[in-house]
Each structure stands twice: as structure tokens, then as C-alpha cells.
């Protein structure tokens, strides 16, 4: 059997291109140049996906698909056809079941004469195994225009159990400085327009090759529909129905480009994605989702009817109404309760945004970016009760958003700085994504003793490794995003002992 590292390492090299066969005349051309992809692996399958791309007559096309015990796909174990319908853009969600536990797999796919490439894959641990570590890479907010993918290069050569990620898996919008690459079309408002946004960005053979190596396991943010929405309301003041018809076109191309299992296909403009992951016994993710069903923002800026602002606390009595929610109530109750029922060493909370206050006025007040979990402080208090009612074992919140690493205490009551610690918080950089400077962002940290660090110097992601003993946290930062061959170094490393909240430098 071919190895575990010399398949990453053609990945790498190859940056996942296909080795084809000669096409039916009715496919015109290699239908795989979107790629393949795998997720939500469970102790008995995952998710595989693909979509054809090209010219295609409006019907259905079958897709026949492999699961094997070998790269060199010999010994199939698994195989079946799915039907590419052209109502979902061709594109394939397939379920296997009945594989064995924590091991890897390969995979493909074949339409008409065209063979995919080879992905790989993996199952999870068995519910009541012991795994002794998990290795998985985490990362957000890829702006096409502002870098290449490269980031990923690295992640394939770490070879992770799994990749999540955390939201901007797309940019609806062009903004920023030096681009190295541009949108074609403008901004998205239709379901065509979302399709060939998604399409565009999964053409960078670094993102191509990290969905083959390895399963993701993926959540949105805003940039998915539209900047700075909340619920059924956008930031520029667009009416609620025509809002909610473009996030729908938004939802459905996000469905038809993810590897999302069946339970997860969008209901017009609903769609449910929050969900939980065991690995064993050693750990469990709970992905949220913290746009679909928020509360509108606090007071937001005189000029717009929405969207995020910065405010003075002591200005904005509505930031702190009681009702106000981050999660929706019903993925409140969903969260707490399976937080309760948790029996994982570690528990993952793997959500959008940094959770820890952050103040943006030096000295004396404080100041309260409203998008984040700062403009929703009772939620985030309720999140920490719960943490602590249920005795949650070593929970660790993932972020991303903000463009910087971020490394914090999470306080159960950030003005006091005795307070206890009742969880740890990393939070990625962005993978293209453009940040505030760090001069900026070093005025600000005296105010927050309970941050650790924050870096906006690079672009990256966080790699983990999660043991018994411990988690660890390295912050990989790119040399540039200019350049697709571009080195990736360690900026910083952190461990959580078990049973000891809190990350301390390694």
C-alpha cells in the first residue's frame, strides 16, 4: 500500500491535478476541474462530494463512485451511482456506510469516461475508542483577490485528521490593497452568481488539494451571503424579502459546493448547518452557526439600518438586553444540552468569531465592536454558565473572523482579571484575508490583560494537536500570499493542560 506521507506528498506536487481519461463527447471536456472533496467522517463513513463543471445538456448525469482500502483503488469496498442533477448544479453528496472505524480511505469518482483524481478520506474513532491524539488544522477568510490559497500547501504537508473550517470561505465583495488576482463578475445577488463565485475560488489547486487529503468539516460566516448580515437583515438596507431570496441563492450554491451531508440541503432560505462530531473519547466539535439566527445588531451606525458598529458601552443600552441572542434560542438549548451529555475529554467549540472581550478604547470606558460576541454579552454569559453548570471537561473555542491570532482566557467575568478562567480560546488568522495594523491593534492591549496575544502581521492558520495530557496550538504564518511557493513558519506555540483552563505558552 502506497504510504500515508507519499500521497500527501503528490498532492503537494501535483497540487491534486488529475490524471484523466479521454471524455464522452456529450461531458466536451474533464468535468472534475472544481475538484473532489470528503467530510463529516463518523466512526462508520463521511461525506464525499464533487460537482461537473463545464457545458452540459440540462439533465441528469450518473456519477459513479469508489471507496477503497488502497490509493491504488485495487480493493473497493464501498461503490455506487448518484445522480448529478443539473437543479443542484451537477453537483454529488454521497453517504458510504458500513466502513471500518478510524482508519483512511481513497476515493473517486467517474462520469461518462472521465476519472476524477484520488481523494483520501478517513473515518472517526469508534464512540467508545480511545484515540491518543488528533491532529487537525483550522482556518477562515480566504479573499481570492487578496492572495493565493497557499496556505493550504502547508496544511496538506502537516497531514491533519481533518481541516475545519470557520467561515469567508468566499467574498461576495472587492476590497483591500495589491491584489494578486481579481473576481470575475460583480457582486453575487443571484444563484448563478454565487455558483461562479464558488467556482471560481475552488480553481486554486492549494484549496483543491486539501480537500483531497483529508475531510473538512465547515461552517459560514457573512461573506458567504452578504457583509455584516444578521438574520433576515442586511447591513445597506435592502428589503427583507429580496434579502432572504438572495440568501437562499447563497445557502443552496453553499450546499451544491461543500461536502455537507443530506440532513444539511437548504430549505429555500433556511439551512440548517450547526452540528456535533465525536472523535472517540478524546474529543468532540460542536460547529455553530452565528448568522443564520442572531439578533439584529445593537445600534447600529446613524447612516445604515444594519450591519456591525463600535460603541461606547455605556451608550448602548440595547447591547445588553437579556433576549438578545448570538445562536438563535433553539441552538442555544441544542448546545447547552449536548454540552451536557458531552463525555469527551475535550470538548471543541468551533464557531465563527473571537468569544473574548476585547476592549477598543485605551484608558478609561470601553468600546464594543457589535458583530461579535461583544455585542452580544448575554449570550456569551449564558454560553459560560452553561460551561460551568455541566461541568464541561477542557472546553477550547476556535475562531476566526478578525484576521489576526488571537490567544485568550476566556473570564467569567473579563473586567475583573481574578475571575475564573472557564475556557481557552485560539483563534486563526485569516488564510488571504487583509488585517487592521498591528500598531493599531497594540495600543488596545493593555485593556484586555485576559488576551494573551494577538498578531495581524500574517496570513495562516492554526494547527492542533490534541492529546490526553494536552492541546496544543501552533500559529503557522505565511511569508507572503503573493507568492504561491511562499515559506510557513511557527509565529507562536501554546498548550492547555487537561484539567487546566487557560493557554500557556509552549
Known sequence: MTSRRAFLGSLLAAGAAPALLHAQPRLRANPFTLG????????????????LAGEFDPVAVPVHWEVAADEAMRNVVASGVAEAHPDWAHSVHVEPKGLEPERWYWYRFRAGDTQSPVGRTRTAP???ATPERLKFAFASCQH???????????IVADAPDLV???GDYIYESSWGRDHVRKH????????????????????????QAAHAACPWIVTWDDHEVDNDYADDRPEDGMPRERFLERRAAAYRAYYEHMPLPERMKPKGPDMRIYTQLGWGTLARFYLLDDR?????????????????NTVNVAECEALFNPNRSMLGRAQERWLSGALEKSGARWNLIAQQTPMAQF????????????????????ARARLFDALQEHRVSNPVVLGGDVHSFNVSELKRDFDDP?????ASEFVCTSITSQAWAQEKLNTLMPDSPHIKLIDSRHRGYVRMEVSARETRADLRAMESVARPQAACSTAASFVVEDGRPGPRRA
Open 292 to 308: 443564520q439566527y442572531r439578533s439584529w445588531q445593537a445600534c447600529p451606525r446613524p447612516t445604515r439600518r444594519g450591519g456591525s
Open 184 to 207: 470575475t463578475g460583480g457582486e453575487p445577488y443571484t444563484l448563478a452568481d454565487y455558483r461562479a463565485r464558488y467556482a471560481l475560488y475552488k480553481s486554486d489547486p492549494d484549496l
Open 144 to 154: 481570492y483577490e487578496q492572495g493565493f490559497f497557499n496556505a493550504y500547501r502547508h
Open 164 to 166: 475545519a473550517f470557520l
Open 36 to 51: 473532489l472533496a470528503s467530510g463529516y467522517p463518523h466512526p462508520s463513513g463521511f461525506v464525499l462530494w464533487t460537482r
Open 126 to 128: 469508534a464512540t467508545n
Open 359 to 378: 476592549d477598543q478604547l485605551p484608558g478609561p470606558g470601553r468600546r464594543a465592536w457589535t458583530d461579535g460576541w461583544d455585542g452580544y454579552p448575554a
Open 418 to 422: 481574578a475571575s475564573a478562567t472557564v
